[in-house]
Every structure is written in C-alpha cells, then in structure tokens.
C-alpha cells in the first residue's frame, strides 16, 4: 500500500499570502496517477489538479501543482476567501488507492 | 455534463445491512471505473473499492477493511452503479461517494449518502 503523508495538518494564513501544501509518498507515484483535491465542508471532494500538475477545467490559475516519484506540492500563489478548505493529494497507481491525511487551510 | 447521484443512505443498526445506488448520467457509463470512496465524521478519505469498465469485464476490487463484506456491482442497462453492505459495524458510519474514474483521475463525484451504524 502507498502511503501519502501531508503536511503541515493545518496552514494558518491570510487571503493574498501563499500556501505551499506538501505530500509525499512512501513509494514512487506516477505522474499520471497523482492528483489533489479541495474540499470545503458539507461537500464533496472537488478535483484541482490531476496528472500532478494538469489544472482541472474551471480551476483557477492560482492553484498549481508541482513534483514526481515521491514528493508532491500544491501551491495556491494568492489565497483568496473561498480557498480556505481542507486539501487532500491522492495516488491512483493500483489499488488500494489512498489519499493523504489533509491539510487545512484556515485563516 | 457528467453526474452522479448517491442514494439509499440512512440509519441502520450494529450487524445489519444496507445497499447504496449510484446513478450515473452525461457519459458513457461502461467505459469507466466507478469507485466507492467514503468519509468517516470529521476524518479523511478512505478507499472502498471499485468496479471496472467493460474492457476489464467489470470486475472488482476493495479495501481489505470491507473485502468479504462489501460487494460492488453495476447494472449498465440502468447506468447504475450498487455498493451492498453486510455485517455493518460503527467503524462503517461515513458518507459514502461514488466517482468516475477517468483514465486514473477521480474527475467527477456525486454529492454522497449518509450512512450511520448505531443501535
């Protein structure tokens, strides 16, 4: 099993700095099979990135992803009020597929 | 528009059984994977398990924590994917989404079902 550990568990910012999210996994990841998720509360997981670095359609340019093998980022350059959620990476590589623990961005 | 829709969530006791319905809609619904991902309260995602597209003849795979009481199955004349639950345990209260898996991303999710274990 892939294990992704995040961190830190919780980013305590303010709308306009930036977030750096970090996953990484306890073995290589392919690109293809890496993405992140937003998820605000009472609500499904949204998409962000997929292919660790592709932007899903409707995604703002802010959010960016970067990394390989075994280390991941999700950057967010200017948070902006509706940023503040709960972010989890995820690796689809062969099952079972796992997600990391989440990070929470608060302000 | 891809969409999926959970339902037959609710409240059932320690021991007893429930079974949850996906339907799918806006895509071809043989040609992809549909997961089963869940939510305990207040904690992270947990993969259930999935059924594969036509090319892999449908077949399933789980989680070790719900292997032997989970089944997962599709009816494609319904675009409907089913997740039946056996032997549920307190350990089993989550929301339970199901998603399409496109080409190994989790793109689309539907909005989940409640389930609660309690006695």
């Known amino acids: 099993e892939i294990v992704l550990t995040q961190s830190p568990g919780t980013l305590s910012l303010s709308p306009g700095e930036r977030a750096t999210l970090s996953c990484r996994a306890s073995q290589s990841v392919s690109n293809n099979n890496f993405a992140w998720f937003q998820q605000k509360p009472g609500q499904a997981p949204r998409l962000l990135i997929y292919g660790a670095s592709s932007r899903a359609t409707g995604i703002p340019d802010r959010f960016s992803g970067t990394g390989s093998e075994t280390d991941f980022t999700l950057t967010i350059s200017r948070l902006e009020p509706e940023d503040f959620a709960v972010y989890y990476c995820?690796?689809?590589?062969?099952?079972?597929?796992?997600f990391g623990g989440g990070t929470k961005v608060e302000i | 528009e891809v969409h999926l829709v959970e339902s037959g969530g609710g409240l059932v006791q320690p021991g007893g059984s429930l079974r949850l319905s996906c339907a799918a809609s806006?895509?071809?619904?043989?040609?992809?994977?549909i997961e089963w991902v869940r939510q305990a309260p207040g904690k992270g995602l947990e993969w259930v398990g999935r059924?594969?597209?036509?090319?892999?003849?449908?077949?399933?795979e789980y989680a070790a924590s719900v292997r032997d009481r989970f089944t997962i199955s599709r009816d494609v004349s319904q675009n409907s994917a089913y997740l039946e639950m056996h032997s549920l345990t307190t350990d089993d209260t989550a929301v339970y989404y199901c998603t399409r898996n496109y080409y190994g991303t989790l793109d689309s999710w539907g909005q989940g079902a409640l389930v609660t274990v309690s006695s």
């Open positions: 806006g895509f071809t619904f043989s040609d992809h994977y």
């Open positions: 059924t594969k597209n036509k090319f892999s003849d449908y077949t399933t």
């Open positions: 995820h690796q689809s590589v062969s099952p079972p597929l796992t």
